[in-house]
C-alpha cells in the first residue's frame, strides 16, 4: 500500500481524485493532518483541523456503477467493527454511512466515483474520523470524538493501520462472497430500526417504519402506501 501525507491540504478527496486516473493500483491513500477545504456528503463543509483522521483511498472495484453505493456501506461497517472491537466503543451506523456515538456524529464517509457506461473508472473513498481534534462549538451537539469518548489521546497512525486491516478482510469477502453477507451485521447496528423516519431524497421526503436495508443495500421503509425501497438519501430523523 501506498501512503501520501501531508501535513497541510486543501481536500485529500481533491487531491486523491485528481491523481486517480493515473494510478493503476488500488489501495493507494492520501492523508492529511489539516485541511482547509474538506467537504462532505451534499458539498457541506468537513471540519477538518489538527488531530483528526482525514484521508481518502483510492479503489478499483470490478464493479456496475450502480453497485458502488454498497462499497460505501461496507466502508461503514469496517470502521463500526473497527470502533467496537479495537476501541470498545458502541457506536452503529445511520444509514448510509455515518458512525454515530449516543447519536453523536464520530466518522463520516464520502464515496466518488468515474465511471463510463457499466465500467466504474476508479472510486475515491473519503473518511473522516473524529480522534483528538477540538469540535468547534456549534458541532459539539452532533458530533463527537473517538479521542474525546474514551476521555484519552488517540493514535491515528494505528486507528488508520487497524482500519486497513479490517477494510482488507471485508473487501476481499465482498469481492469474494457480494454484499449480502453483508446485511445481518449493518442491520444488527443501524440507528432507528423499527422507528419512524424521515428520509431526504434531494427530490422529496418518504416518511416511514425502517426496515433496515435490503440485500443490495437499499433502505426499506414501511409506508403507510406499502414499501419503498431508498437508493440515496439522508436519515432527517422522524417522530
Ligand atoms: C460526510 O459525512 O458528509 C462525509 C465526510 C467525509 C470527510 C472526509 S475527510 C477526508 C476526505 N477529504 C474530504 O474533503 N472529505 C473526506
Known amino acids: 500500500k501506498k501512503l501520501l501525507y501531508y501535513k497541510k491540504i486543501n481536500s485529500t478527496q481533491t487531491k486523491l481524485k485528481t491523481i486517480a486516473d493515473a494510478v493503476a493500483r488500488e489501495g493507494v491513500i492520501v492523508c492529511a493532518d489539516v485541511q482547509t477545504?474538506?467537504?462532505g456528503r451534499m458539498k457541506r463543509e468537513w471540519s477538518s483541523s489538527?488531530?483528526?483522521?482525514?484521508?481518502?483511498?483510492?479503489?478499483?472495484?470490478?464493479?456496475?456503477?450502480?453497485?458502488?453505493?454498497?462499497l460505501a456501506l461496507i466502508?461503514?461497517?469496517?470502521?463500526?467493527?473497527?470502533?467496537?472491537?479495537?476501541?470498545?466503543?458502541?457506536?452503529?451506523?445511520?444509514w448510509p454511512n455515518d458512525i454515530l456515538f449516543k447519536g453523536r456524529k464520530a466518522?463520516?464517509?464520502?464515496?466518488?466515483?468515474?465511471?463510463?457506461?457499466?465500467?466504474?473508472n476508479w472510486v475515491v473513498a473519503g473518511i473522516g474520523i473524529n480522534v483528538n481534534n477540538v469540535l468547534p462549538k456549534e458541532l459539539k451537539n452532533i458530533s463527537v470524538s473517538l479521542g474525546?469518548?474514551?476521555?484519552?489521546?488517540?493514535?491515528?497512525?494505528?486507528?488508520?493501520?487497524?482500519?486497513?486491516?479490517?477494510?482488507?478482510?471485508?473487501?476481499?469477502a465482498f469481492k469474494k462472497s457480494g454484499f449480502k453477507i453483508f446485511v445481518?451485521?449493518?442491520?444488527?447496528?443501524?440507528?432507528?430500526i423499527n422507528e419512524s423516519i424521515k428520509i431526504d431524497t434531494g427530490f422529496d421526503i418518504i416518511e416511514g417504519v425502517n426496515l433496515g436495508i435490503d440485500g443490495d443495500g437499499k433502505l426499506i421503509l414501511?409506508?403507510?402506501k406499502g414499501l419503498e425501497k431508498i437508493t440515496a438519501g439522508t436519515v432527517v430523523k422522524g417522530k
Open 148 to 172: 474525546e469518548i474514551l476521555n484519552k489521546f488517540v493514535g491515528r497512525a494505528q486507528l488508520l493501520a487497524q482500519f486497513l486491516c479490517v477494510f482488507d478482510e471485508i473487501y476481499a
Open 107 to 120: 466518522s463520516g464517509i464520502l464515496v466518488d466515483m468515474s465511471a463510463e457506461q457499466d465500467i466504474v
Open 75 to 94: 466502508i461503514s461497517l469496517a470502521l463500526n467493527r473497527v470502533f467496537k472491537q479495537k476501541y470498545g466503543v458502541k457506536t452503529n451506523i445511520k
Open 184 to 192: 445481518k451485521e449493518y442491520n444488527d447496528n443501524i440507528v432507528f
Open 50 to 70: 489538527n488531530g483528526g483522521l482525514w484521508f481518502s483511498m483510492l479503489l478499483k472495484p470490478a464493479l456496475r456503477p450502480d453497485e458502488v453505493s454498497k
Open 222 to 224: 414501511k409506508t403507510p
Open 37 to 39: 477545504g474538506g467537504y
